[in-house]
């Protein structure tokens, strides 16, 4: 057996390494503790406050140096496995409290949360958490779409049948299918891009959310921190926890809607009924009882997502709901929810251009589907109204009786007969000749014609595939200047501690 699963030799591959783990989901791997993903960000936050608070004054630089010390210290446990949290102290911020307080006694390790509440202590945490978690969808999503708009250069000229209401529509290309999904997920990147625009404020200095006397400097804080600037109203990020996690959640569910819609797209063309493309072996699944089977799994997990996310998203939006002034633990739970739909949903683009990458295309079934149908019979009235002047109505009600007729007849294109029976029935007098037919008929002439912007002609998709390309190689240099900038504080943070 080529491999150890229950489908024994059906399919020729193993399957994919994302594609094990993503198909598996949470049946055989648990996931970590929501404060367990938190620790470094506590950490580099508690560095952050100690070293403004002794730029302040406001704790003697020995026991600053200390502190910060016993910080660098715990991350570098924590990195190899050897720190973890207690239950009984809580959350990760009293554990890292406590950690400091037992190396270094309460003189020292008691200081760390002067001018400090742990509801901004939180309210940092996730903001950082997010911020990297919006990099991150943000750079994926730029990485699929690459390689859509690849896809799309090189199907610009395969033709393809279109449908609405899941029945035959009209004649389109390949390629400007790709784009389709690749203009909506576009727009999905640009959603993370706003939320760190939005959201990159610092929200350390807030307390309980109603300020503190200490003298601290929040814009220091900011600066390294790699914040544009800080949340400009102390009570604004405590009272409005759940708003970056939701705004977060649905910019999540939007796009898992536009992969869930892809999903089902691949795998419907992809059923023994259409046959237009095979998914390879590696993202398929056997069955443990019929022989025969090459299920979609990967992709169908994809649509459960999907709706996964969309129940998360409403449970966030719906804290926000009922909220007294001040801190309320209620918005304790966004944390639990933001994080798993992030969990579900970070590898889903990635597996979804490993699973386009490696799909065979069945082209003369997609010619074959392109000749069925009356596919063609919307671009057929056009001809009629451009050749000839028709009002748009009756030549539609022509093509419509055409089109009846020729069913009749047991066609799935519109026949001469046909047309001449429907022409004479308008009191049309209209000569057809038969190249018009054929030609008004033809998939490549029909996809060729339409030059506007959208359209499906060759030139069409080319100046979409420019756009794109041009919006991505924005996007390349906004997601690196972000990333210098949490990288530049980083380094200004340890350098200015190497002063102390």
Same mark, same amino acid.
């Given at each position: 057996?080529?491999? /150890?699963?229950?489908?024994?030799?059906?399919?020729?591959?193993?399957?994919?390494?994302?594609?094990?783990?993503?198909?598996?989901?949470?049946?055989?791997?648990?996931?970590?503790?929501?404060?367990? !993903?938190?620790?470094?960000?506590?950490?580099?936050?508690?560095?952050?406050?100690?070293?403004?608070?002794? $730029?302040?004054?406001?704790?003697?630089?020995?026991?600053?140096?200390?502190?910060?010390?016993?910080?660098?210290?715990?991350?570098?446990? *924590?990195?190899?496995?050897?720190?973890?949290? %207690?239950?009984?102290?809580?959350?990760?911020?009293?554990?890292?409290?406590?950690?400091?307080? @037992? $190396?270094?006694?309460? /003189?020292?390790?008691?200081?760390?949360?002067? @001018?400090?509440?742990?509801?901004?202590?939180?309210?940092?945490?996730?903001?950082?958490?997010?911020?990297?978690?919006?990099?991150?969808?943000?750079?994926?999503?730029?990485?699929?779409?690459?390689? +859509?708009? %690849?896809?799309? &250069?090189?199907?610009?000229?395969?033709?393809?049948?279109?449908?609405?209401?899941?029945?035959?529509?009209?004649?389109?290309?390949?390629?400007?299918?790709?784009?389709?999904?690749?203009?909506?997920?576009?727009?999905?990147?640009?959603?993370?891009?706003? *939320?760190?625009?939005?959201?990159?404020?610092?929200?350390?200095?807030?307390?309980?959310?109603?300020?503190?006397?200490?003298?601290?400097?929040?814009?220091?804080?900011?600066?390294?921190?790699?914040?544009?600037?800080?949340?400009?109203?102390?009570?604004?990020?405590?009272?409005? !926890?759940?708003?970056?996690?939701?705004?977060?959640?649905?910019?999540?569910?939007?796009?898992?809607?536009?992969?869930?819609?892809?999903?089902?797209?691949?795998?419907?063309?992809?059923? #023994?009924?259409?046959?237009?493309?095979?998914?390879?072996?590696?993202?398929?699944? #056997?069955?443990?009882?019929?022989?025969?089977?090459?299920?979609?799994?990967?992709?169908?997990?994809?649509?459960? $997502?999907?709706?996964?996310?969309? =129940?998360?998203? @409403?449970?966030?939006?719906?804290?926000?709901?009922?909220?007294?002034?001040?801190?309320? !633990?209620?918005?304790?739970?966004?944390?639990? *929810?933001?994080?798993?739909?992030?969990? /579900?949903?970070?590898?889903?683009?990635?597996?979804?251009?490993?699973?386009?990458?490696?799909?065979?295309?069945?082209?003369?079934?997609?010619?074959? +589907?392109?000749?069925? #149908?009356?596919?063609?019979?919307? %671009?057929?009235?056009?001809?009629?109204? &451009?050749?000839? =002047?028709?009002?748009?109505?009756?030549?539609?009600?022509?093509?419509?009786?055409?089109?009846?007729?020729?069913?009749?007849?047991?066609?799935?294109?519109?026949?001469?007969?046909?047309?001449?029976?429907?022409?004479?029935?308008? #009191?049309?007098?209209?000569?057809?000749? &038969?190249?018009?037919? @054929?030609?008004?008929?033809?998939?490549?002439?029909?996809?060729?014609? !339409?030059?506007?912007? =959208?359209?499906?002609?060759? /030139?069409?998709?080319?100046?979409?595939?420019?756009?794109?390309?041009?919006?991505?190689?924005?996007?390349?240099? *906004? +997601?690196?200047?972000?990333?210098?900038? &949490?990288?530049?504080?980083?380094?200004? +943070?340890?350098?200015?501690?190497?002063?102390?």
């Amino acid at each position: 057996m080529k491999t /150890e699963k229950l489908w024994g030799k059906r399919l020729a591959k193993a399957p994919a390494a994302l594609a094990e783990i993503f198909t598996s989901g949470k049946d055989v791997r648990g996931t970590l503790p929501a404060d367990e !993903r938190l620790v470094p960000y506590d950490i580099l936050g508690s560095r952050t406050h100690v070293l403004m608070l002794a $730029k302040q004054k406001i704790l003697p630089k020995k026991e600053a140096r200390a502190l910060i010390q016993g910080l660098r210290t715990l991350e570098k446990i *924590w990195q190899r496995g050897e720190f973890r949290l %207690d239950p009984s102290k809580e959350d990760v911020h009293s554990n890292i409290e406590s950690w400091l307080i @037992a $190396k270094y006694g309460l /003189e020292i390790g008691g200081c760390l949360h002067t @001018a400090r509440s742990r509801n901004d202590q939180i309210a940092l945490d996730m903001r950082l958490y997010l911020r990297d978690c919006a990099l991150n969808f943000f750079s994926e999503l730029t990485s699929f779409i690459k390689a +859509l708009l %690849d896809h799309a &250069q090189k199907e610009r000229s395969t033709i393809f049948p279109g449908y609405t209401h899941h029945q035959p529509a009209q004649i389109t290309t390949l390629g400007h299918v790709w784009l389709s999904f690749a203009e909506s997920l576009n727009r999905d990147k640009q959603r993370f891009q706003e *939320w760190h625009e939005r959201f990159n404020q610092n929200p350390l200095g807030s307390m309980t959310g109603y300020s503190t006397s200490f003298a601290i400097d929040r814009n220091f804080t900011s600066r390294l921190l790699g914040f544009d600037k800080p949340c400009p109203n102390s009570l604004d990020p405590i009272q409005n !926890r759940w708003e970056p996690e939701a705004e977060m959640g649905f910019a999540i569910a939007a796009m898992m809607n536009h992969l869930s819609s892809l999903a089902q797209t691949l795998i419907l063309f992809s059923t #023994g009924e259409f046959g237009v493309f095979k998914l390879d072996d590696a993202y398929c699944t #056997g069955s443990s009882m019929m022989p025969q089977k090459r299920n979609p799994d990967p992709l169908e997990i994809i649509k459960a $997502k999907a709706a996964s996310a969309q =129940g998360l998203l @409403a449970s966030l939006l719906s804290i926000g709901r009922s909220l007294f002034l001040g801190y309320n !633990r209620d918005t304790q739970w966004t944390k639990y *929810w933001i994080m798993d739909l992030v969990d /579900e949903c970070l590898p889903v683009p990635k597996i979804m251009a490993e699973i386009i990458g490696s799909l065979r295309i069945n082209k003369d079934k997609m010619t074959v +589907l392109c000749q069925k #149908g009356f596919i063609t019979a919307p %671009d057929f009235v056009e001809r009629l109204v &451009q050749e000839w =002047g028709l009002p748009f109505r009756q030549a539609k009600v022509t093509v419509e009786n055409a089109v009846k007729y020729s069913e009749a007849e047991g066609g799935e294109q519109i026949s001469s007969s046909a047309l001449e029976r429907s022409l004479q029935e308008e #009191g049309l007098s209209l000569k057809v000749e &038969q190249g018009f037919m @054929a030609m008004a008929q033809d998939p490549k002439f029909i996809v060729s014609r !339409r030059k506007a912007i =959208g359209g499906t002609s060759f /030139e069409a998709l080319g100046r979409n595939i420019t756009s794109l390309t041009r919006s991505l190689q924005g996007s390349r240099r *906004w +997601l690196a200047q972000k990333r210098k900038q &949490q990288s530049m504080a980083k380094t200004r +943070l340890a350098e200015m501690e190497q002063d102390i």
